[in-house]
């Protein structure tokens, strides 16, 4: 079990471009979730999914798109990438809204 | 909205010293998770409390659950240098404190 894995791992974007980070799991877990970690703050919800095809708002979700089409993937957007933006991305998952598993991270740069 | 407050922010302690951190919440929590997150690495889990009042330990690791459920602890009896890392507590939904990062000096 390769357990929840996130692609990139690190990338640099200039303020307005877009890109997608891909989340996957292989443990058959109904929720899933991206956080972003700052230093000094923790980790905080952006958004979630509490199955297949469904999404929900966390903690900080403006600038960010989320879809959950295939329950294995969790798939982050940024449209319009901003500095402010710049952040370590952390996915996670679980079987119920309980013990998190998480993925390595993606560090993002947004210059 | 909920708020999870964690205390301290940073500890550094000599090598077999006990280290303990603590978590806060404006509300009742319906439970609390314990994360540990090494240097560089993901936050990988380390126990869950349900209950008023609830102690688990884990070799030289002891949580509590605090009686109203709006506080909890982790505390670290001996501290090894493996036990380096920032250690975060999670509320019921999913609302993380800011973490404790602990170092500890050989």
């Known amino acids: 079990n390769a357990g929840v894995t996130q692609t990139p791992k690190f990338r640099v974007l200039k303020t307005g471009q877009s890109m997608t980070l891909l989340c996957a799991q292989d443990m058959n877990h109904e929720y899933m979730y991206w956080y972003r970690q700052d230093p000094g703050m923790g980790l905080r919800l952006i958004h979630y999914s509490v199955g297949e095809g469904t999404t929900a708002k966390g903690e900080v979700p403006d600038g960010y798109n989320v879809s959950r089409l295939k329950k294995q993937n969790f798939l982050l957007g940024l449209e319009s990438a901003a500095p402010s933006q710049t952040s370590v991305y952390f996915c996670?998952?679980?079987?119920?809204?309980?013990?998190?598993?998480f993925g390595p991270g993606t560090r993002l740069l947004v210059l | 909205g909920q708020q999870v407050m964690q205390i301290p922010q940073y500890q550094h302690v000599q090598e077999g010293e006990d280290f303990t951190t603590y978590c806060n919440s404006s509300t009742t929590l319906s439970n609390i998770q314990w994360y540990k997150q090494r240097p560089g690495g993901h936050p990988v889990f380390l126990i869950q409390?349900?209950?008023?009042?609830e102690v688990k330990k884990q070799k030289r690791l002891t949580f509590q659950f605090g009686e109203a459920k709006k506080n909890s602890s982790l505390h670290i009896t001996a501290t090894q240098t493996t036990d380096v890392g920032t250690y975060f507590c999670?509320?019921?939904?999913?609302?993380f404190g800011a973490g404790t990062r602990l170092t500890v000096k050989p």
């Open positions: 996670a998952s679980s079987r119920a809204p309980e013990t998190q598993y």
């Open positions: 409390l349900v209950k008023s009042g």
């Open positions: 999670a509320g019921g939904d999913m609302r």
